[in-house]
């Protein structure tokens, strides 16, 4: 699977990928995916469903001149709101230059080319003004803020909750 934009390759990771994925771990996902080669390998499998709905698709962000990976992004069911989500993470190098924008908008399109779903949801910490506005200038409409009891980690986290409706938007 490949998605182009004007800066970006977004497409499939493969085995080649894992050393630079392993960089875009964030903590949660260190802390509660165990090994990361084992992580990496679940993710690789979910593309044989290519299900958002009952799974998850993650798919590598690259840079479209060099080949290097960038971060990632995806769709797939939110674990506890059990609701598919739109996802993303830059390495801390590359977060600023409007690839998170670039990417949300790309998938979150290819998600409502391909999938029948009413809309997709986007989450953000209440502190993550800088993901918050990823969202927002994608196209995503604040909901509320809530909190949830993330249940890999048993900790509380508030978050901004925002959805994203295709027929109001494309």
Same mark, same amino acid.
């Given at each position: ?63 479209? +001149?060099?080949?290097?990976? *960038?971060?990632?992004?995806?769709? %797939? =069911?939110?674990? &506890?709101? /059990? ?59 604040? +909901?509320?803020?809530?909190? *949830?009891?993330?249940?890999?980690? %048993? =900790?509380?986290? &508030?978050? /901004? ?10």
């Amino acid at each position: 699977m490949e998605v182009l934009t004007k800066r970006l390759i977004i497409r499939s990771l493969t085995d080649s990928d894992f050393p630079e994925f392993e960089r875009t771990l964030n903590e949660i996902q260190r802390t509660c995916m165990g090994d990361a080669k084992a992580f990496f390998n679940w993710l690789i499998a979910q593309y044989v469903n290519m299900d958002i709905v009952n799974d998850l698709i993650s798919l590598g962000i690259f840079d479209k +001149i060099t080949g290097e990976l *960038l971060g990632t992004v995806g769709a %797939g =069911k939110h674990d &506890d709101l /059990n609701e598919p989500e739109i996802f993303y993470e830059l390495l801390p190098e590359h977060r600023g230059y409007g690839y998170a924008t670039e990417a949300v908008n790309a998938v979150t399109k290819w998600v409502f080319e391909n999938y029948t779903i009413p809309y997709l949801i986007g989450t953000a910490g209440v502190d993550n003004i800088k993901s918050q506005k990823v969202l927002e200038r994608c196209g995503y409409r604040f +909901i509320d803020e809530r909190t *949830l009891l993330v249940h890999v980690e %048993g =900790k509380r986290y &508030d978050f /901004n909750y925002y959805r994203f409706y295709p027929t109001l938007t494309l």
